[in-house]
């Protein structure tokens, strides 16, 4: 199989027949060998009956309904861990984003890259409620991760499965997906994608999935800076513990020597036992994590490392 496309499906019945019509029509002007995986997010509308027809009426629709509304993440994974193309292609139901768009991402993977990213540079969404926390994230997102992408929240993207099928997706971690990429080694690269007017439904985004990217950021760094070494980060945090503590306890002697004050007049002696409490808790921490990383990888026979090509092998 060439090309597969998997678009997440939550409340978009109204959206569905179009949506389905303008891709049959750009990837039929590609190649004939191609699927697209429609997954139902635990709709509450006739999303499912709308995909079933398409199903009857074109083998190459294929739908998969989900027991419930598992989130975004979780639909994109049940489409992406079916899907047999090369080359995956993610998108949104709700036709903002454009088919007309998957060509040039394609010639885009032609010149080398592994992952094509869609930037949604002219956006049709409101100012307060979408664009300017979706700036602040993708800045912030960019500099964390390292991979420096205007439009992480725009679902348009086109994959090298390989990449894509290499990365294990968990809780809302799809906008990461280019970042995790980068850390098996991909090359990335991002174009301009147009980006419509909703016609239909209602958006599910806003402030507050915005601000779970915090949580989603610490959860990205650690595992793909400390996956295989988790103590490089507890240690760290250990000894920052141990150095406050000893600050303190140097502090305190230092008052109780001049006679500045006593142990007792101060919060410092409670603090210093406070810091090197918390220090040897990270230090354990960091020990029993290194115990579960090396059962994680060995009890699977996981490597710690992608090869990318061999010769005479």
């Given at each position: 199989?060439?090309?597969?496309?998997?678009?997440?499906?939550?409340?978009?019945?109204?959206?569905?027949?179009?949506?389905?019509?303008?891709?049959?029509?750009?990837?039929?002007?590609?190649?004939?060998?191609?699927?697209?995986f429609f997954v139902d997010d635990g709709s509450l509308d006739q999303s499912y009956a709308e995909l079933r027809e398409l199903a009857?009426?074109?083998?190459?629709?294929?739908?998969?309904?989900?027991?419930?509304?598992?989130?975004?993440?979780?639909?994109?994974a049940a489409?992406?861990?079916?899907?047999?193309?090369?080359?995956?292609?993610?998108?949104?139901?709700?036709?903002?984003?454009?088919?007309?768009d998957i060509p040039r991402m394609l010639q885009k993977l032609d010149e080398g890259f592994d992952i094509v990213s869609g930037w949604r540079r002219k956006r049709h969404d409101e100012f307060f409620k979408r664009l300017?926390?979706?700036w602040l994230a993708n800045a912030l997102i960019s500099r964390v991760t390292g991979v420096k992408l205007h439009d992480?929240?725009?679902?348009?993207?086109?994959?090298?499965?390989?990449f894509l099928k290499g990365i294990e997706l968990y809780g809302e971690m799809h906008r990461f997906l280019p970042a995790y990429g980068?850390?098996?080694?991909?090359?990335?690269?991002?174009?301009?994608?147009?980006?419509?007017?909703?016609?239909?439904?209602?958006?599910?985004?806003?402030?507050?999935?915005?601000l779970l990217v915090l949580v989603d950021?610490?959860?990205?760094?650690?595992?793909t800076q400390y996956a295989t070494k988790p103590m490089h980060f507890f240690g760290r945090a250990a000894t920052w513990m141990a150095g406050l503590g000893t600050a303190t306890a140097l502090l305190a002697?230092?008052?109780?020597?001049?006679?500045?004050?006593?142990?007792?007049?101060?919060?410092?002696?409670?603090?210093?036992?406070?810091?090197?409490?918390?220090?040897?808790?990270?230090?354990?921490?960091?020990?029993?994590a290194e115990v579960i990383t090396r059962t994680w990888h060995e009890s699977q026979g996981k490597q710690i490392y992608r090869i990318r090509e061999t010769m005479n092998i």
């Open positions: 199989m060439k090309f597969s496309i998997v678009i997440p499906v939550y409340n978009e019945a109204e959206n569905l027949r179009p949506l389905a019509e303008a891709l049959a029509r750009v990837l039929n002007s590609l190649t004939s060998d191609w699927e697209c009857h009426s074109e083998v190459r629709f294929k739908a998969v309904r989900l027991q419930r509304n598992y989130g975004q993440t979780a639909a994109i489409g992406v861990e079916r899907a047999r193309g090369e080359i995956i292609i993610l998108m949104d139901a709700d036709l903002q984003n454009d088919p007309e300017l926390p979706s992480y929240g725009c679902t348009l993207k086109a994959y090298r499965a390989e980068a850390s098996l080694g991909a090359r990335i690269a991002e174009i301009e994608v147009r980006h419509h007017p909703r016609r239909h439904g209602v958006s599910k985004y806003g402030l507050g999935r915005t950021l610490l959860v990205f760094r650690f595992i002697v230092y008052f109780k020597v001049t006679g500045e004050k006593d142990f007792v007049e101060t919060p410092l002696p409670l603090l210093t036992a406070f810091f090197l409490l918390v220090g040897l808790q990270f230090l354990l921490m960091g020990l029993l």
